[in-house]
């Protein structure tokens, strides 16, 4: 739902329905690409003191309830909800 409102549709010609509804293009500059690789903080109260500061993961997608990130953790095989994330969209 989120990507749909931005994307261009046939009902309204030559604009997407965000732009339609608010006149004004809706910034595109925070989208990332799917399926990167991504490193998700682990929050301080969440760890010990000699425990890995970030767990690498695969992003997956934008949540719907928050401003967060969907990420699946490999080693895991969860999926957790992190705000906050580090993208490393040029490697594989």
Known sequence: MFLQNRLPTKVVTNKAPFEAWYGYKPLMNYLKTFCCLCFSYVLQ???DKLEKKAIAGIFIGYNT???????FQPKTETITINKYVHF?????
């Open 45 to 47: 109260f969440k760890r």
């Open 65 to 71: 309830i928050s401003k967060a990130y969907n990420v």
């Open 88 to 92: 490393m969209e040029n490697e594989e």
